[in-house]
């Protein structure tokens, strides 16, 4: 069983960028597709980005497209997001999760495993 830990989260002004880090035991990540939710409160959990196991396909929500970048480092079996120009709405708990698929997926029923979140605050 994979056990995965995010890092990275904290309070940020708007505009400023933050890598949330998501690191795995017991499992590759390189053999799984992986992905990163969110979750604000009040609200359900929300796809923001994915990438294949292969790393050569990622897919993003609309609103992060553009300020967000998801991707793998194997040699230290971690899969990141670098968030740039973060607004207050990006406010929410991240969660990585590792793919029962191979490709990427937007819907949460496609991941077996999760971390238990990192807090990210963008303040106005």
């Known amino acids: 069983q994979v056990r995965l830990v995010e890092s990275g989260g904290g309070l940020v002004q708007a505009g400023g960028s933050l890598r949330l880090s998501c690191a795995a035991s017991?499992?590759?990540?390189?053999?799984?597709?992986m992905g990163w939710f969110r979750q604000a409160p009040g609200k359900e959990r929300e796809f923001v980005a994915a990438i294949s196991r292969s790393g050569v396909s990622t897919d993003y929500h609309d609103s992060v497209k553009g300020r967000f970048t998801i991707f793998k480092d194997n040699a230290k079996n971690t899969v990141n997001l670098q968030m740039n120009n973060l607004k207050p709405e990006d406010t929410a708990v991240y969660y990585c999760a590792k793919g029962s698929v191979s490709g990427v997926s937007p819907i949460t029923a496609m991941y077996n495993s999760w971390g238990q979140g990192t807090q990210v605050t963008v303040s106005s």
């Open positions: 017991g499992r590759t990540l390189s053999s799984y597709a």
